[in-house]
């Protein structure tokens, strides 16, 4: 069997062209198993490592707080590109389980860099819309750059931290990664956990008739995940060392829209609803500026909020209608 050496480095086969390998830590997370299926789609050699064990192909349990369990992923295999999505999630699991998100969010990442350093791989670095923080203008990437920010919980610092990480190890070891700012993800494969985010909580405590509150002073943009996967995958083809992109959509929703939404895809009335002004500690309105990845990454949000909460309600109602649960029972 012939080999040559192709442009990009990948090696082929008598002339077939070897997909780029490719791991995304946190691979079994929600957007994370939803990356894993959009890089298969386009063709990729898609690898995921999570804290669980898993009967999946091309999965390796790892822990990134823990050196040796990276250590030996890498050495054990080699990767083209790292998206590295591993992470402690949330505000209020930050507060309640600082340990774990210091030491998955600081340590973790700097685990992977060092193995960057190492093995100079390219990284996508999944970061929050969190890190602007009390900031309360138009949100465009440089305003980190020109502004004091002040970051308003362990979760935002810890992501904020992150990418000062990520910097810093560009200039010392001249590492290559593309940090990416989140604003309002969600769709199909958010768990409800207590501490997962607003959505998949109201659309758990609507189905359960159990009360939730809504805050009417806020706004948030929607994202669909499958909107977003397309984008992250595109970076692939278009990889700018050091640059750093908002995915925010254009569109401000009030959360008590959102609400309703929800409420009309489950049949329900907002009798359990709880109306409050605003919440303390929170941004009332983020504003991103996406144009960015609009213009390097074809960026476009395809799925509007009616269809995208659609999806996500029916694919509720398949995990945790409690009356499906009695039945059963």
Known sequence: MRYCECLNGLVCREGTRISKRVLVTGGLGF????????????????????????????????????????????????????????????????????????????????????????????MIFFGSAEVYGDYDGVMREEVMDTIPIKQMNDYAISKWVNEMQILNSEAMFGTETVRMRLFNVYGVGEHYTPYRGWIPKFIYKAMHDEPYTVYLGHKRTLEYVDDLCRAFVNIIDNFKPGEVYNFGGETQYDIKYVSDLILRNLNKDDSKVIYKEGEPFTTRIKTPDASKARKDLNFKLTIDPEEGMRRTVEWFKTLYDPQASERNF
């Open 31 to 122: 957007i994370g198993s939803n990356l894993i299926r959009e890089l298969q789609t386009r063709g990729y050699e898609a690898w995921a490592c999570d804290l669980m064990h898993s009967h999946q192909q091309n999965y390796v349990r790892c822990d990134v707080s823990k050196f040796s369990q990276v250590e030996r992923l890498f050495t054990e295999h080699n990767f083209d590109y790292v998206y590295h999505a591993a992470a402690e999630y949330g505000r209020w699991n930050g507060e309640d389980y600082y340990e774990n998100l210091w030491q998955t969010n600081a340590i973790g990442t700097k685990n992977i860099l060092r193995m960057q350093e190492k093995k100079k791989f390219r």
